[in-house]
């Protein structure tokens, strides 16, 4: 059974850090890129980061760019997403979703409709 799990969020200070897992069963981390989407309350899911299965390239939403690291370890079958110098404005649910081999080379704002097995989320809240 394909599934994708998110876990690691929580409530942390503007200017903290956290880092998000997705762990992938029923599929291999080689075989297809994993990308991480953001939802906020009243607003679209976003694209925020990608890596590709096939030779781990990375891509990110410009409005984390220098901030958020996306990495795999295939050991574990698991993706990271280390979230650094947090703002309230990434305050949102956080979910990871499959896509085949190389990450969409499109704006990451029209990824979301090309991605399937979604998590169920896991919430971040940044405030002080």
């Known amino acids: 059974q394909v599934q994708v799990v998110e876990s690691g969020g929580g409530l942390v200070q503007p200017g903290g850090s956290l880092r998000l897992s997705c762990a992938a069963s029923?599929?291999?981390?080689?075989?297809?890129?994993i990308g991480w989407f953001r939802q906020a309350p009243g607003k679209e899911r976003e694209g925020v980061s990608c890596?590709?299965?096939?030779?781990?390239?990375?891509y990110y939403a410009d409005s984390v760019q220098g901030r958020f690291t996306i990495s795999r370890d295939n050991a574990k079958n698991t993706v990271y997403l280390q979230m650094s110098s947090l703002k309230p404005e990434d305050t949102a649910v956080y979910y990871c979703?499959?896509?085949?081999?190389?990450?969409?080379?499109?704006?990451?704002?029209?990824?979301?409709?090309?991605?399937?097995?979604w998590g169920q989320g896991t919430q971040v809240t940044v405030s002080s």
């Open positions: 029923g599929f291999t981390l080689d075989d297809y890129a």
């Open positions: 979703a499959r896509y085949r081999d190389l990450c969409p080379v499109i704006a990451t704002t029209r990824w979301a409709p090309l991605f399937d097995s």
């Open positions: 890596i590709s299965g096939l030779d781990a390239s990375t």
